[in-house]
């Protein structure tokens, strides 16, 4: 029995590679981090985008706070155990009536960790029902092997490359997943996964944290992350520190050396020096 989910929850994940709704806070905290994020994009004068919607807990205090809310972390200890990192954070963004996508794809293909004991916990800041574009899941796909992916660099699509996976999806077999804001889903790093535009007249806002237990590895970099639960007997990554302010020196320049480690893994191999989109 986890603290969070029960034994027929935690054999559903392993079975399908996915869980959800599970509920982190509030529609009214939920609110209170979209105003947080907003607040920021009123600054800048444009929506967070490029190499500032990733790795974001390192940035501002509201993001980590996300990171390490009692509530994700009890779930995400009861699939991954104690000790735990997150890996990266990514913002997944659909404007209202956007025609930004994510292809079909598995998250495996480019971020060197190994095994694939890897989950996100995609957490939704506002309502994200079907037509807001919500994640489909593929069903039990995390048990296929790493799959083979084209990069299609494709400029409405919102994964790093563009790239989607060189397999038939049958479209048939898959599951939306509609949230509520305050919500999250889980996924495994293999799951066949993908969504649609936004139709809606609102934004679509979510923050996908990729978690790791301490003895996963990359195999590509020397790569950092946060510890955010446990102990760390491994050191396979270097630890990164938490922001003290939101956009203080010491934060922005913790970002600027995770997000070059960021560049070394996701687009090793290819000519790009800075996040797309
Ligand atoms: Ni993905």
């Not at 799959?147 to 919102?158: F, G, K, S, V």
């Not at 038939?168 to 077999?173: G, H, L, N, P, S």
């Not at 639960?229 to 050191?235: L, P, S």
């Amino acid at each position: 029995m986890g603290k969070m989910l029960t034994p027929a929850q935690i054999a559903d994940f392993e079975r399908d590679g996915y869980l959800f709704p599970l509920r982190a806070f509030s529609a009214a905290e939920a609110r209170g981090y979209r105003d947080a994020l907003e607040a920021y994009e009123a600054e800048t004068g444009d929506a967070i985008h490029s190499n500032m919607r990733h790795k974001v807990h390192l940035l501002f205090r509201w993001a980590d706070e996300i990171v390490h809310h009692p509530r994700i972390l009890d779930t995400v200890a009861d699939i991954l155990g104690p000790d735990l990192l997150c890996w990266t954070t990514n913002f997944f963004i659909k404007e209202a009536e956007d025609p930004a996508f994510v292809s079909w794809h598995q998250d495996s293909t480019y971020w060197g960790l190994e095994p694939s004991d890897v989950v996100t916990a995609w957490v939704a800041f506002t309502d994200a029902p079907v037509e807001s574009g919500a994640m489909k899941f593929l069903p039990g796909s995390h048990r296929l092997d790493q799959i083979a992916h084209r990069d299609t660099y494709a400029a409405e699509n919102l994964l790093t490359r563009g790239q989607e996976i060189e397999m038939e999806v049958d479209e048939a077999q898959a599951v939306d997943v509609p949230l509520k804001a305050g919500e999250f889903s889980l996924h495994h790093i293999r799951l066949v996964h993908g969504s649609e535009p936004n139709t809606t007249p609102d934004r679509r806002i979510g923050l996908a944290i990729r978690y790791i237990p301490t003895y996963v590895r990359q195999v590509k970099i020397d790569d950092s992350a946060t510890l955010v639960r446990g102990r760390d007997r491994h050191d396979n990554f270097e630890h990164e520190p938490r922001p003290a302010a939101d956009l203080d020196p010491a934060a922005l320049a913790a970002h600027t050396a995770a997000i070059q480690r960021m560049l070394g893994t996701v687009y090793s191999g290819t000519e790009v020096t800075e996040a797309r989109r």
